[in-house]
């Protein structure tokens, strides 16, 4: 299995602060990894896909890089409506889909 | 309204069986492979499994793997999870989520969910 490590688990941040949430897999997966935003009891909802592809919809302050093996979640322009919990998902292989821990974004 | 619509969770025993609905709409459920993903109580996402759009292929995660299986209704735009001996680790708020495409020996990500059902095996 690839496992996918998310760091920070908990990040503090401000109205209008920039933050980066990273994701690193076990081994290579190219870029096909996904992002997702979920808040408190809500499902998670698509933010990107193949590491940088934004969804229809979602505000062009989200941005994603990275290939391989190391990969980033950058959030301009901190809004309220932003603090949530972050997940990476790889799909480079199926067997298994696998997701980071997750990030939780909090209000300083 | 693009639109998934999870069912069927409820408190069991353990050892016991339960059955999973979603009822898909706003798409056309037929042409997307879909899948279960699960979340335990404080804790983060975790895929549980996949079938194909014509329902000819299916795949499991190890902890569920002989416990549970998959099927779908394209008819009925529905996918099922059939649950049994389940475990008090099965407890879980579980979502149905669409794949971007139809096959799911490629890798996919998930492009709609559902607000979940939750399910809690206990005593």
């Known amino acids: 299995d690839i496992h996918m490590t998310q760091a920070p688990s908990t990040l503090s941040a401000s109205v209008g602060d920039t933050v980066t949430i990273s994701c690193r897999a076990s081994r290579s997966i190219s870029s096909w990894l996904a992002w997702y935003q979920q808040k408190p009891g809500k499902a998670p909802k698509l933010l990107m896909s193949?590491?940088?592809d934004l969804e229809s919809g979602v505000p062009s302050r989200f941005s994603g890089s990275g290939s391989g093996t190391e990969f980033t979640l950058t959030i301009n322009n901190l809004q309220p409506d932003d603090f949530a919990t972050y997940y990476c998902q790889q799909y480079n292989t199926f067997l298994p889909y696998t997701f980071g821990q997750g990030t939780k974004l909090e209000l300083k | 309204e693009v639109l998934l619509l999870e069912s069927g969770g409820e408190l069991v025993q353990p050892g016991g069986s339960l059955r999973l609905s979603c009822d898909a709409s706003g798409f056309i459920f037929s042409n997307y492979a879909m899948n279960w993903v699960r979340q335990a109580p404080g804790r983060g996402l975790e895929w549980v499994s996949s079938i194909s759009a014509d329902h000819e292929t299916t795949s499991y995660a190890t902890s569920v793997k002989g416990r549970v299986t998959v099927s779908r209704d394209n008819s009925k735009h529905s996918l099922y999870l059939q649950m049994s001996s389940l475990r008090p680790e099965d407890t879980a708020l579980y979502y149905c989520?669409?794949?971007?495409?139809?096959?799911?020996?490629?890798?996919?990500?998930?492009?709609?969910w559902g607000q979940g059902t939750q399910v809690t095996v206990s005593s």
């Open positions: 193949d590491a940088s």
């Open positions: 989520a669409k794949s971007s495409g139809d096959d799911i020996l490629k890798g996919d990500y998930f492009d709609l």
